[in-house]
């Protein structure tokens, strides 16, 4: 009997303890001197495709991206739009990086430059009057990468004002 609640006893601790060895053990993204994502060689199986439909004609998606629409929305009046899109992946930054970088220009967006921190990094492109910027992470409670999609116009108080003396 004493034997027993010896065992339950120590059996908790002991799950706990590997869990928090296994958590620490985890493949972490190795971060170059300044703090941003270092840049991995990705081989081509590894690459990720667009997703087939996409919200926005303009901008590609990858596939198994989900939307998250409680935290997106979008706005259009006449030609200009403002857009903020969440999507949460079960993918590496790095392919994610690599996949904008390669499908926006196909879009004939332009890639202006980018920011990174630790957690997470931002691609800047722009096309005929909108920028837009992808940023790609942090990580949410899913373990999911998260991409931000914020489309504007370049000059709004420009193109604003321009409309009204035409």
Same mark, same amino acid.
Not at 76 to 85: F, S
């Given at each position: 009997?004493?034997?027993?609640?010896?065992?339950?006893?120590?059996?908790?601790?002991? !799950?706990?303890?590997?869990?928090?060895?296994?958590?620490?053990?985890?493949?972490?993204?190795?971060?170059?001197?300044?703090?941003?994502?270092?840049?991995?060689?990705?081989?081509?199986?590894?690459?990720?495709? +667009?997703?087939?439909?996409?919200?926005?004609?303009? &901008?590609?998606?990858?596939?198994?991206?989900?939307?998250?629409?409680?935290?997106?929305?979008?706005?259009?009046?006449?030609?200009?739009?403002?857009?903020?899109?969440?999507?949460?992946?079960?993918?590496?930054?790095?392919?994610?990086?690599?996949?904008?970088?390669?499908?926006?220009?196909?879009?004939?967006?332009?890639?202006?430059?980018? !920011?990174?921190?630790?957690?997470?990094?931002?691609?800047?492109?722009?096309?005929?009057?909108? +920028?837009?910027?992808?940023?790609?992470?942090?990580?949410?409670?899913?373990?999911?990468?998260?991409?931000?999609?914020?489309?504007?116009? &370049?000059?709004?108080?420009?193109?604003?004002?321009?409309?009204?003396?035409?």
């Amino acid at each position: 009997m004493d034997y027993t609640r010896f065992l339950s006893k120590l059996v908790l601790p002991l !799950v706990c303890l590997l869990l928090v060895f296994a958590w620490g053990c985890r493949n972490k993204p190795s971060m170059s001197p300044e703090g941003a994502i270092a840049e991995e060689r990705i081989p081509p199986a590894e690459k990720l495709i +667009s997703a087939p439909t996409s919200r926005l004609a303009d &901008v590609p998606v990858p596939l198994g991206a989900y939307f998250k629409a409680d935290s997106s929305s979008s706005y259009q009046t006449g030609d200009q739009r403002t857009v903020n899109y969440l999507y949460g992946i079960w993918a590496k930054p790095a392919l994610l990086r690599t996949f904008y970088q390669d499908n926006m220009p196909i879009h004939a967006w332009q890639l202006i430059h980018t !920011v990174s921190n630790p957690r997470a990094e931002a691609l800047s492109f722009r096309k005929a009057g909108e +920028s837009c910027v992808i940023t790609i992470g942090p990580r949410n409670w899913l373990l999911q990468t998260l991409i931000r999609i914020e489309i504007q116009p &370049v000059d709004v108080f420009r193109s604003t004002t321009m409309q009204g003396k035409n």
